[in-house]
């Protein structure tokens, strides 16, 4: 029965991606936007409506999340287990996920988008604490509450654009006020997981891999970009602010990737390297593009998730990438999946990272900005390449460093489908979208060393990539490791500035000691611990005394 769920629900939503492809086709072709109204409750003036917006963005990324969706549920099922009860339980939070995804998409309502937004956020907290263990719980805690804020950002904007006179923000986005833009942006950031709201995407990957493919991919982490994009204005040009921001993410989340041994850390902060490419993009003024980036940095990130869960699944749950070496020669179609992913997020020509990526990178270098922030950009191309090459390195070149007694290889089965896919579509889909929308009409003319730059950043991080995996430690220092590999982490290295500076004041005068503490966290709960024993001393007084200070501050204020 569990089967014949999982097959039905998966053919459903590959039928409806193939035709909201072929809708969005048609709606491109013919310059058609679609506005659909569906009147819930109409009393005397009262009118309660629900709006779908139908263009060639919502259709076209309606297309892509249920396809992806339609793999990772069939792959689920080889996945997940079917023998178990708990199956059930996985589906309908997944399928509640989707549904909510899709009322985000096709929203035009401020109210509406509120409808699937705080759905994504729900459901994405019972995904990750979907294993039930302690890890689990923390991680889904700060999930939850980092959601929490953005969620916060989009209410205050709720209730600030009703005095332009409607929520339907579509058709007001050039008369809001500047403020109302950075509630946006920071709701956003929250979702998108950007400098400093990056601590969550990297926990979250304690959630099952087939939840990691989907919603730490390309849908949940890829809304906050989303509604940018649809809010996008002429606000958004050139903020120095925010773009300096998105470089950090995208250099801060490169670091720590180096400095990572988790598998799907890695290909977490990957992501999180790709969505500050995305923000970036649409503060320097080409939404576009970002759009573009989004749903092709879907196909192949999603297929890069399934084929470290097929890793992972055959390797007794081992997710450490310095005992999965030599991998390619038992498992070579998944490696091969795998390796097609991984060239298409460095952006190698002609694959669908290729397209989308170097389209940003170009159009960048086209505008009259600072050098340092342009060296900056090309910096985080080449690590990009730096830590995929590591990864490669450490998957396929090194020596196998599991028990001797393991044994796998390729079985070709329902996960292997999907994959199968998924590759098929991280090959052709960018140069299809690229061909379709005329992107090779966008006509640059450089010098010919600045059109080869980013090539030849690629090939420095390939170069420095494999030198640097040829060394035991990087920088000969274990300390580097450590305080890398939690940078992310807002705890962990406020934490480092903690313990050093306690111990250099120690070390300093005797006198000292515990400053910190007293004028700090600890201080602050010794002083919240004794406000509360006061008022516990003052509620057990009489009543006559809360009589005297009622009337006193009566007479006070009055």
């Not at 310059?31 to 659909?36: A, C, L, N």
């Not at 708990?86 to 589906?91: A, G, M, V």
């Not at 320097?284 to 869960?309: E, P, Q, T, V």
């Not at 600890?522 to 509360?532: D, F, H, M």
């Amino acid at each position: 029965m569990i089967k014949y769920i999982y097959y039905s629900w998966s053919i459903f939503f590959l039928s409806l991606s193939f035709f909201f492809f072929f809708f969005f086709l048609y709606v491109t072709m013919n310059f058609y936007v679609i506005f659909i109204e569906y009147t819930l409750f109409n009393y005397n003036s009262l009118n309660l409506s629900y709006l779908i917006y139908l263009d060639m963005i919502s259709l076209l990324f309606i297309s892509v999340v249920m396809f992806i969706s339609s793999l990772v549920i069939i792959y689920s099922y080889n996945y997940m287990g079917h023998m178990s009860y708990s199956f059930y339980r996985f589906f309908f939070i997944l399928l509640i996920f989707i549904i909510s995804m899709i009322l985000m998409v096709i929203s035009p309502n401020l109210i509406s988008i509120m409808l699937g937004w705080d759905g994504l956020g729900l459901v994405s907290y019972c995904l990750v604490i979907y294993y039930t263990s302690v890890k689990s719980y923390l991680s889904g805690m700060i999930t939850c509450l980092t959601n929490r804020i953005g969620d916060f950002g989009l209410l205050v904007c709720s209730c600030w654009l009703i005095s332009y006179g409607s929520w339907h923000f579509l058709f007001y986005l050039d008369f809001y006020n500047f403020n109302i833009f950075i509630l946006l942006v920071v709701s956003s950031f929250t979702k998108s997981a950007q400098v400093p709201f990056s601590s969550w995407l990297p926990m979250a990957m304690s959630a099952p891999t087939p939840i990691s493919s989907l919603v730490h991919s390309s849908t949940l982490v890829t809304a906050g970009v989303y509604l940018l994009i649809r809010f996008y204005s002429n606000l958004f040009l050139f903020n120095s602010f925010f773009v300096m921001l998105s470089i950090m993410t995208i250099l801060f989340s490169s670091f720590c990737s180096i400095y990572e041994f988790d598998l799907k850390s890695i290909i977490a902060l990957s992501t999180l390297s790709q969505l500050g490419l995305m923000m970036f993009s649409i503060f320097m003024g080409f939404s576009d593009f970002s759009f573009f980036h989004l749903i092709s940095h879907a196909m192949f990130k999603s297929l890069m998730f399934l084929c470290s869960g097929i890793f992972i699944y055959y390797m007794n749950d081992n997710q450490d990438i310095r005992y999965i070496g030599s991998v390619s020669l038992l498992m070579p179609f998944s490696s091969s999946c795998f390796n097609i992913s991984n060239i298409c997020l460095c952006g190698i020509p002609f694959l669908s990272g290729f397209f989308s990526s170097d389209l940003i990178f170009e159009s960048f270098s086209f505008n009259s900005y600072s050098l340092f922030l342009y060296i900056m950009f090309y910096i985080s191309v080449g690590m990009t390449c730096f830590y995929s090459i590591r990864l490669f390195y450490y998957c396929f070149f090194s020596s196998f460093n599991m028990g001797c007694y393991i044994c796998f290889y390729d079985y070709y089965n329902l996960m292997s489908v999907s994959v199968f896919f998924l590759s098929f579509m991280s090959i052709f889909f960018g140069g299809f979208i690229f061909w379709f929308f005329d992107l090779n009409l966008y006509f640059l003319y450089f010098p010919f060393l600045m059109k080869l730059m980013t090539l030849i950043f690629i090939l420095m991080g390939f170069f420095f990539g494999y030198e640097f995996c040829l060394m035991k430690f990087y920088f000969f220092n274990i300390i580097f490791y450590y305080n890398f590999g939690l940078m992310i982490n807002m705890s962990s290295y406020l934490w480092f500035f903690y313990y050093y500076f306690y111990f250099f004041f120690y070390n300093c005068s005797h006198s000292l000691l515990c400053w910190g503490d007293y004028y700090g966290f600890v201080g602050l709960s010794y002083l919240i611990s004794n406000l509360n024993y006061f008022f516990y001393l003052f509620s057990m007084n009489s009543f006559n005394l809360y009589i005297f200070i009622c009337v006193f501050f009566f007479f006070f204020f009055f």
